[in-house]
T-cell receptor, first 108, second 114 residues
Framework: GQQLNQSPQSMFIQEGEDVSMNCTSSSIFNTWLWYKQEPGEGPVLLIALYKAGELTSNGRLTAQFGITRKDSFLNISASIPSDVGIYFCAGRNNDMRFGAGTRLTVKP | GAVVSQHPSRVICKSGTSVKIECRSLDFQATTMFWYRQFPKQSLMLMATSNEGSKATYEQGVEKDKFLINHASLTLSTLTVTSAHPEDSSFYIC??????????FGPGTRLTVT
């Protein structure tokens, strides 16, 4: 099925460090998206990727749509405390499926 | 970005009662709205997809008679949890989409059934 495997499950990093997380699937997706969710809130769209191989940045965030269309990664450079939250990848064809999330903790 | 609101943000109800949650797109017309459910420390699970003026399409395993969805206008969708039970306690999140644009999510509604 269209299950997404997101890793790592959680990360504990020091402020200023770079972060990398990824999502893989056994199925091909036409669109990959990355969201951030803070406690008690809905997800907020960070980056949307529409083309295999596409590399897109949004400030300190960079995401890539894998060439095989079965994976995507998200990098956060020079992390800051407000980067704390849960990051979800999502793959979309007709509907959207979410990964399990990566819980990021940033220590000042 | 586009703004989607949900009301209420939190609701506590007694077992056996029904609860209605509203989802509104505030600055755009949403041709499609989605309802998700999220358990603690878990991902979002799609419950149903609704297009304005049409019956909602429910995901496998979601009881349509228990989770009533109405998408009466291009800016409003409602989810009614009928005869709620403690196992229905969860975080319910809606999202709204306009044609070729991405989904925007609401802030969620925390439902607690006692």
């Amino acid at each position: 099925g269209q299950q997404l495997n997101q890793s790592p499950q959680s990360m504990f990093i020091q402020e200023g460090e770079d972060v990398s997380m990824n999502c893989t699937s056994s199925s091909i997706f036409n669109t990959w998206l990355w969201y951030k969710q803070e406690p008690g809130e809905g997800p907020v769209l960070l980056i949307a990727l529409y083309k295999a191989g596409e590399l897109t940045s949004n400030g300190r965030l960079t995401a890539q749509f894998g060439i095989t269309r079965k994976d995507s990664f998200l990098n956060i450079s020079a992390s800051i405390p407000s980067d704390v939250g849960i990051y979800f990848c999502a793959g979309r064809n007709n509907d959207m499926r979410f990964g399990a999330g990566t819980r990021l903790t940033v220590k000042p | 970005g586009a703004v989607v609101s949900q009301h209420p943000s939190r609701v506590i109800c007694k077992s056996g009662t029904s609860v209605k949650i509203e989802c509104r797109s505030l600055d755009f017309q949403a041709t499609t709205m989605f309802w998700y459910r999220q358990f603690p420390k878990q991902s979002l699970m799609l419950m149903a997809t609704s297009n304005e003026g049409s019956k909602a399409t429910y995901e496998q395993g979601v009881e349509k008679d228990k989770f009533l969805i109405n998408h009466a206008s291009l800016t409003l969708s409602t989810l009614t949890v009928t005869s709620a039970h403690p196992e229905d306690s969860s975080f319910y999140i809606c999202s709204a989409k306009q044609a070729l644009y991405e989904q925007y999510f609401g802030p969620g509604t925390r439902l607690t059934v006692t």
